[in-house]
């Protein structure tokens, strides 16, 4: 099952990249793990998944020029559409992979999916995640060019959601994931990265990093931070 979802995920990135679409949107989420391979070019570094969505995060505005039709680029692949919820946020469904596009939530939130004619798609708009756009650095892998979060960012990132997830397994990985990125740049003497993303953070968000921790137990972390 694996085999076939990193083929599947690899198809659709390829025609994303060739389409364009990759220079407008980031890859968040898990399948950031799997990238970040590149970026530490490390044989200590694993990036294994556990999940099969894929996550894009689309800038507000969306700044692309022309539109594509996502669903019309990847639908022989086995792609369809579906709404999810009761405001029908859109995902794409195939039986290895689901693909979500979100959007950074701002002032009191919406209770709407954020439209995205450019991509005939819309996206959920949640918390924090301009933090991430504010860090996105650009890999190059199996050919394409892929924009993501910086490692410290995704790192520092999850360690602020991990304790709002719902699902406590979720929030498992989330913190397991973060862990795995935080160790690889200590690894590569790249905390500094950390220290700095962590600094630029607004004082509330760093209050909550650091509660967050503690209550994990990575007193370890903290002390790299404070």
């Known amino acids: 099952m694996e085999k076939k979802m990193y083929k599947i995920a690899a198809t659709v990135l390829k025609r994303l990249d060739r389409t364009g679409v990759l220079q407008s949107v980031v890859l968040i989420g898990s399948w950031s793990l799997y990238f970040y391979r590149y970026y530490f070019n490390s044989s200590n570094y694993s990036g294994y998944i556990r999940t099969y969505d894929m996550d894009f ?100 990132h999850k360690f602020i959601i991990f304790k709002r997830r719902r699902n406590s397994d979720k929030g498992e990985r989330d913190l397991e994931g973060a862990l795995r990125v935080y160790r690889e740049l200590v690894r590569g003497h790249k905390q500094k990265d950390m220290q700095r993303i962590f600094n630029s953070m607004h004082a509330r968000w760093q209050k909550t990093v650091i509660r967050n921790l503690r209550a994990a137990g990575e007193d370890e972390i903290i002390e790299l931070l404070a």
């Open 57 to 156: 995060l689309v800038p507000i505005p969306v700044k692309m020029k022309g539109t594509v039709n996502i669903l019309e680029l990847i639908e022989d692949l086995g792609f369809v559409t579906q709404f999810v919820g009761r405001h029908g946020y859109v995902r794409l469904a195939h039986p290895d992979l689901i693909i979500e596009f979100l959007a950074p939530e701002r002032g009191r939130g919406r209770t709407k999916p954020y439209e995205i004619p450019q991509l005939h798609v819309n996206a959920q708009t949640i918390r924090y995640l301009d933090f991430l756009l504010e860090h996105v650095i650009t890999i190059q892998a199996e050919g394409i060019r892929l924009q993501v979060p910086h490692p410290a960012a995704y790192a520092l």
